[in-house]
């Protein structure tokens, strides 16, 4: 009976202390919390350490002005455009000038230089003999065809005098027939008489025919004749225009870059003489990245808004493919300088953007390859002494 008692006295206590074990942790758990919560000081207000650390916000209102955007992108100098001069006539080189080797420069020359065969501005000279002798030739062809159309002239005047003799001869022998009609109808002359009458009007009216048929043929002669001398004319004024261009002058004021002739050689036509790269004009290629492009549109739909409502449809579409005519400036620093160039955005070098980089080639012109002006730290300088040209490979901020 002891036994049994122990045992449910030990069930009970085993019980009581599986229930009581997790009531006592909670228990000390929230007591800790509390006394952590008790002993936490609450942060202390200072309104200077609040306005240090706020940051500093300046508003202003929004205002409309139209002073643009400034765009900065790399360029290359590139020429406006190279002039290639080729024989247009076959011959040999006679005369080259000192002058004309790569790097020289040389003067575009003028109307009346050309005219007067001036020898200041000459480049190439080929043997004009054989073009001479074609010229003089021609000259005394067309003379012989003119001579031969005078006399032709001489011709057809004798010809109109004889065609009104004749004209006189028919009218003589058609008044005779008809006398002789008359008196043959009253039995006064005989028959052989009356056929004698008609034979010389006939003979008179077969006569002018003939005459007149000369006088055809005298103006179609002169006809062709004048044709001929006109062709003639055309071959002299060919063989003038071949003589000279076997003087050959620059087109244009620029910079010999290649030379392809020596003196005593022989050039055939189209055979390359010289390249000349202009220097009263330069561009620069530089590259756009898509979001400056976007920019550039957007002022030129601005710009172009009045006027696109009055454009035709073609003129439309192609605005996409154009660029605002707007200004540049074009920088180059060399030796604690900057060099300053006015320039303008002319166009895209070609269509399309570039597979490598992503960006669109343009094309800005630059009219006086001179600069306009000179900074020397920051300042112009009153003088522009010194200062290099824009020329070709110079590496040029935009």
Request: glycine share 6%.
């Amino acid at each position: 009976m002891s036994d049994f008692k122990n045992q449910k006295s030990r069930s009970f206590y085993k019980k009581l202390k599986h229930f009581l074990l997790p009531v006592i942790i909670l228990a000390a758990g929230g007591g800790s919390l509390v006394v952590l919560m008790a002993m936490k000081k609450e942060p202390e207000q200072n309104e200077k350490l609040l306005a240090r650390s706020a940051p500093l916000v300046l508003t202003q209102p929004v205002t409309l002005t139209d002073s643009g955007f400034n765009v900065t992108v790399d360029g290359s100098v590139v020429p406006s455009r190279e002039v290639k001069l080729a024989a247009e006539v076959a011959g040999r080189v006679i005369l080259t000038r000192d002058g004309c080797k790569v790097g020289n420069l040389v003067r575009k020359a003028t109307d009346q230089e050309r005219a007067a065969e001036g020898t200041e501005n000459l480049l190439i000279q080929i043997d004009p003999e054989n073009y001479e002798l074609e010229v003089k030739r021609l000259i005394q062809e067309e003379a012989q065809a003119q001579d031969v159309i005078d006399e032709l002239e001489v011709e057809i005047d004798n010809s109109k005098a004889m065609i009104d003799l004749a004209h006189e001869e028919v009218r003589l022998q058609q008044s005779h027939l008809n006398r002789v009609e008359k008196l043959r109808a009253r039995n006064v002359v005989s028959d052989t008489e009356l056929e004698e009458a008609k034979r010389s009007e006939l003979a008179a009216r077969n006569a002018l025919q003939k005459l007149t048929n000369e006088a055809d043929l005298l103006r179609s002669k002169r006809q062709r004749m004048m044709h001929a001398r006109q062709l003639v004319g055309v071959q002299l004024s060919r063989a003038r225009l071949d003589l000279s261009r076997t003087r050959i002058y620059s087109p244009i004021n620029g910079v010999i870059v290649e030379d392809s002739v020596e003196q005593d050689g022989y050039v055939k036509v189209g055979d390359p003489l010289v390249t000349i790269e202009d220097t009263s004009a330069v561009e620069v290629s530089t590259d756009l990245r898509m979001e400056e492009l976007s920019l550039l549109w957007q002022h030129a739909a601005q710009s172009a808004q009045v006027s696109l409502d009055k454009a035709s449809q073609s003129h439309r579409h192609d605005l996409g493919y154009q660029l605002p005519q707007l200004p540049v400036k074009i920088s180059y620093e060399m030796g604690g300088r900057k060099f300053v160039w006015d320039g303008e955005l002319s166009r895209f070098d070609g269509i399309g953007l570039d597979e490598k980089t992503r960006t669109v080639p343009c094309r800005i012109i630059v009219s006086d390859p001179r600069p306009s002006a000179i900074l020397v730290n920051g300042k112009p300088a009153q003088k522009i002494v010194g200062a290099p040209p824009l020329t070709r490979g110079m590496f040029v901020v935009v």
